[in-house]
């Protein structure tokens, strides 16, 4: 509950979009925070994410399955230290799996494509994991995660730090949108007709990590299904 007086409760922030409060319980969230230290070591490891027009990103990123850099994928930490990606781990594929049931309900949708609520399609697996870091005075600014082929959700997972997470809209980086306070522990799931919407954190509250976690700052591990074909190196 994090302190708060009464039980934050489910909610869908827009069709397709669901928040998921408390979802990871504290051994798990000890578990997961361990596993992303040791992704974080190089190779391939924890780094500044640089953009095209020279700006860097506040928040710091490792990735799993497949490396994730302005604007596509690579098998290798192409704008860090050029080596091999870690793989993604079946368990945290799995978690995937669950993090979906949990936000929409059992099974998984029909046919190639997700459906209007955004369920995970027939035999789709997450194979893509983008860890990113905030300390407090790191942001992230609208955009959309559009450079995978799959129509699965997208899964988000906090740790740490209490953040403010914007979720706007398809259109454009402007309003409409909505502010959800994003706690450790807390499930983020959006996909169907929001699986492109804009969405971003502009700020992160410093000092609201549970005491037992040992984390000062924020984790986001963000898991994605990526259906791409990438040529070997």
Avoid at 53 to 64: D, H, I, N, P, S
Wanted: net charge neutral.
């Amino acid at each position: 509950m994090n302190g708060e007086l009464f039980p934050r409760e489910r909610a869908e922030i827009a069709p397709g979009a669901v928040h998921v409060p408390d979802w990871l319980g504290p051994e798990r969230q000890r578990e997961l925070l361990a596993a992303c230290r040791e992704w974080a070591r190089p190779p391939a490891g924890l780094r500044t994410v640089r953009t095209p027009g020279g700006g860097t990103m506040t928040a710091r990123q490792v990735c799993l399955g497949l490396h994730w850099y302005p604007y596509g994928y690579a098998r290798t930490a192409v704008d860090g230290d050029g080596a091999p990606v870690k793989p993604m781990p079946a368990w945290l594929a799995e978690l995937g799996r669950e993090a979906v049931a949990a936000a929409y309900g059992d099974g998984e949708g029909e046919g190639d494509g997700a459906g209007a609520g955004g369920r995970l399609p027939v035999g789709a697996v997450y194979d893509i994991a983008l860890i990113n870091f905030y300390d407090g005075d790191a942001r992230m600014g609208m955009h959309r995660d559009a450079e995978e082929k799959s129509p699965a959700p997208v899964v988000s997972l906090s740790l740490g730090d209490t953040c403010v997470f914007r979720f706007g809209n398809t259109v454009s980086r402007g309003r409409p949108y909505q502010d959800v306070r994003l706690c450790s522990g807390d499930l983020f799931v959006f996909g169907g007709p929001v699986r492109t919407a804009y969405h971003g954190v502009p700020k992160v509250l410093p000092g609201t990590s549970p005491p037992w976690l040992g984390l000062t700052g924020r984790l986001n591990i963000t898991l994605r299904v990526g259906g791409l074909e990438l040529p070997p190196d």
